[in-house]
């Protein structure tokens, strides 16, 4: 089996889906690794790294594609809209693909990726699961991202963070508020301790609150009906407007009283919900900073420019997107671990195994056999139940 690494095209991407020290555990199961020529350069992995491993370096990207039995993606198409569409004409029948695919937020291109033949994997859509932990790519991307927002918001706050006592006086500490205490509002929230910043935090899951607590931050309880707001997979679900309205008007003075504000706040396949208005904007001091860490999926702040950065109102606005790519070398230590271990985990005597009986494989195949296969991407495409026994083998 050849697992094929090539180089990403989403602009901007410097992260590589696999790194040399990945090499060595591939073969022991079997495997060869073709990596195109200079996929790890922006990320701090060489050719030279690889081929030290183990791996072949190959010309281009369409000898990776003709070579390789699986491909190894850090963003494929629907996570990477523009680009990803050369890679249709590579994908043959039989070739399995694994990566970020993004397919509840885009689903028609799954349909896209269905009629090459190819068995395509998104491993984001792993269930969150105890076994699947070390498989983690989003909770791995998402640390990146809560460090890096602090330290954005550290390099563009006019004051420091950290209380410091000296001989012209004291300094007192920046006051920041997480929105939304996932993966990378943990993070968030522990670098900005680090830091020195008197930190609290917001949630709709009352249930993280301990969590919040237990990095010394101040968890921010509003008077709002919460039942209901975590699914089965533990992830914050969609609230109608009436809600988010209520929950604005009680925020705006916590906001207010922020130095920094980070946002984290996303639905699965859907727009991130506005949290922060104008006028809350408005509220702030002037020279205070807000990271918009859902600027990819529209933004919590109304204010939000994807992809770059605003004053209004005497306030940064940061919508960074694809914010892991900043921190390019561990990001990609991090998902290659993630990859690595998903792909031994379908791997049985030097071969790809499709277990349609194992949760994991079944939650994140989402086409085989020129079908869309995963039930939440036909649903979004408002299709049926796959024909033949697929209706039987894919059941949810």
Known sequence: MIAGVPKETFPGERRVALIPASVPALRKAGYHVLVEAGAGDQAGYGDAAYTEKGSSIAASRREVFAKADVILHLLGLGA????????????????????????????????????????????????????????DALSSMATIAGYKAVMLAAGSLPRMFPMLMTAAGTITP??????????????????????GAVVSAYDIRPAVKEQVESLGARFVELPLDTAGAEDKGGYAKAQDEAFYKRQRDLMAKV?????????TASVPGRKAPVLVTEEMVRGMHAGSVIVDLAAERGGNCALTQPGSAAVAHGVQIIGPVNTPSMIPYHASQMYSSNVTTYLLHMSKDGKLFIDPEDEITRETLVARDGQVVHPRVREALGLGTPAGDRSQQWKP
């Open 255 to 263: 906001v207010a009283e922020s130095n920094v504000v980070i946002t």
């Open 174 to 195: 920046a006051r920041v508020l997480v929105v939304g205490v996932g993966v990378s509002g943990l993070q968030a929230i522990a670098m900005s301790r680090r830091l």
């Open 80 to 135: 990477n809209q523009e680009a990803g569409r050369a890679d249709l004409g590579l994908y043959r029948a039989g070739q399995a693909a694994l990566g970020f695919f993004r397919p509840l937020g885009a689903p028609e291109t799954v349909t896209d990726l269905a009629a090459t033949g190819a068995t395509v994997f998104a491993i984001e859509l792993l269930p969150r699961i105890a076994r699947a932990q070390s498989m």
